[in-house]
């Protein structure tokens, strides 16, 4: 039961909560205004839908804490939340987040300093965190929904062709060459690639040969490498990475044939990605004038030969189906729920990328380079 009362100079309602303990909300304009929400109240309590408001007290930082506890979040998410999320609203009670005030971060704050792309994210971060917090009773709506913001669309992202991904390689160390090369030709992602381990790189003793090996996607042993648990083997044409196992058996001085992971950097440790695009990636692109070295689509991430990989599918008439799964994304509809992968069309698909590979790729492994190896 709600009650209005008039105390003072003011008006305020009163009710009693499921514990027994009576809540008492100020603020009201005049009567009319209190007898209404007192209404509100006895007609959300009747319906169960009335939300404990001291519920709505607890803090963002303690929120996103207890969010964080059921949730494996992504290092993305994390950094979304430490860089922008919480030094906006720490402190604040997620029942204190007006709406209008998430779209004046968003568009005064947000938008410009940062891509469209990026702050979409954090808001699609920010959003999630609210909607449980809603879902949990805490509030009774997501300050995040119909912010009526519109975003530039996010600009269609480059790709490489066979012989552009081989000039990159070429104008890398060694290693790094290697590693460009196996992204193109399998379409691993830079957490998968860079924490591919031995022990799951299955490849012929026999080199060349003409039986094809399986490079499989890193597991999520350790806890720096944001990869997904492998579904299939990723699969190259038997050629592209024939040079893993002669780079294993002639590491160049100083790095271990025995390391755990297949592409390392300097003394055998994880490659960083900020340190790789700074100091080898960047580069490459930018070319080198006095090398002859012309630049080569300046505005590609490493992550864009995973582009790259999926148009070379999509010219070679690989089916829908093997590159969704191929490249881990999710069946979306029901012709991909109903669509299953045989071994001709694996076949098929190895049989292309061997004939790319064989009239335009065919970059090959120096065994004593004339680059230097960079850190990263």
């Not at 109240?41 to 939300?51: A, H, M």
């Amino acid at each position: 039961m709600a009650w209005a009362e008039h105390r003072g100079d003011g008006f305020r309602v009163r009710y009693r909560l499921d514990d027994g303990s009576i809540f008492t909300e100020t603020g009201f304009a005049d009567r009319n205004e209190e007898e209404n929400r007192a209404a509100d109240i006895e007609s959300d309590q009747r319906r169960r839908r009335f939300v404990d408001p001291r519920l709505a007290e607890t803090t963002i930082d303690e929120w996103v804490r207890q969010w964080s506890d059921a949730h494996r979040v992504a290092d993305i998410t994390w950094a979304a939340c430490d860089s922008h999320i919480r030094p906006r609203w720490s402190g604040s009670a997620v029942g204190d987040i007006p709406r209008i005030a998430v779209k004046g971060w968003v568009n005064k704050t947000l938008r410009p300093t940062l891509s469209d792309k990026s702050t979409q994210d954090i808001l699609v971060v920010f959003s999630m965190i609210l909607g449980e917090a809603v879902d949990e009773g805490l509030i009774g709506a997501n300050p995040c929904r119909k912010l009526r913001i519109t975003f530039a669309d996010r600009p269609e992202r480059p790709h490489a062709t066979t012989d552009e991904v081989d000039a990159l390689a070429g104008r890398m160390s060694p290693d790094n060459g290697l590693m460009t090369i196996t992204a193109a030709y399998t379409g691993l992602r830079w957490g998968e690639i860079t924490g591919l381990q031995w022990t799951r790189t299955h490849l012929d003793d026999d080199i060349p040969t003409r039986r094809r090996p399986e490079v499989r996607r890193a597991a999520r042993d350790e806890e720096q490498i944001g990869t997904r648990p492998a579904q299939d083997p990723r699969q190259c044409p038997h050629r592209a990475p024939a040079t893993l196992p002669r780079r294993r058996a002639t590491s160049p001085p100083g790095r271990n044939p025995d390391a755990q992971f297949v592409f390392t950097g300097v003394n055998g440790g994880l490659h960083r990605r900020s340190n790789f695009r700074r100091r080898v990636w960047l580069p490459a692109l930018a070319g080198d004038e006095q090398k002859g070295w012309s630049p080569l689509n300046k505005e590609m991430h490493f992550h864009d030969l995973r582009h790259t990989h999926e148009t070379w599918l999509i010219e070679n008439h690989v089916r829908r189906i093997l590159r969704l799964v191929r490249l881990g994304h999710k069946r979306e509809d029901v012709d991909d729920l109903y669509s299953h992968i045989t071994q001709q069309m694996i076949e098929e698909t190895l049989q292309a990328l061997q004939q790319r590979w064989e009239q335009d790729g065919g970059w090959t492994w120096t065994e004593s380079p004339t680059i230097a190896p960079e850190a990263a």
